[in-house]
């Protein structure tokens, strides 16, 4: 199992910018892609933004010009910067990860326990 660490979120005003990272444990792990999803309460959880081992992304039509995915220069992480942030952003933002073990072959979909992200008017 892929254990996910997230870090990033918190409360701000509309407008306002916020930043969101994820890594995942161990070094045996390659993540071919990573990628961001948010559930809004009473909703169902949906992407917003995931982006490839060859940097390739694709973004939700709700966040495409506001949120950037980038991968860090450390293996296996990513950030997602949020701006120009709307109240109907506010949700639990999840990190994904589908990519493969290198010792064993095994392919994982993983997820991380999300982080909050709330943006008041």
């Known amino acids: 199992q892929v254990e996910l660490v997230e870090s990033g979120g918190g409360s701000v005003q509309s407008g306002g910018s916020l930043t969101l990272f994820c890594a995942t444990s161990?070094?045996?792990?390659?993540?071919?892609?990573m990628g961001w999803y948010r559930q809004a309460p009473g909703k169902q959880r949906e992407l917003c933004a995931v982006i490839t081992t060859g940097a390739g992304t694709d973004y939700a039509d709700s966040v495409l010009g506001r949120f950037t995915i980038s991968r860090g220069s450390a293996k296996n992480t990513v950030y997602l910067s949020m701006s120009s942030l709307k109240p109907e952003d506010t949700a639990v933002y999840y990190c994904y990860v589908h990519g493969r073990e290198e010792t064993t072959g095994t392919v994982y979909d993983s997820w991380g326990r999300g982080r909050q992200v709330t943006v008041s008017s």
């Open positions: 161990g070094t045996t792990f390659t993540a071919n892609t």
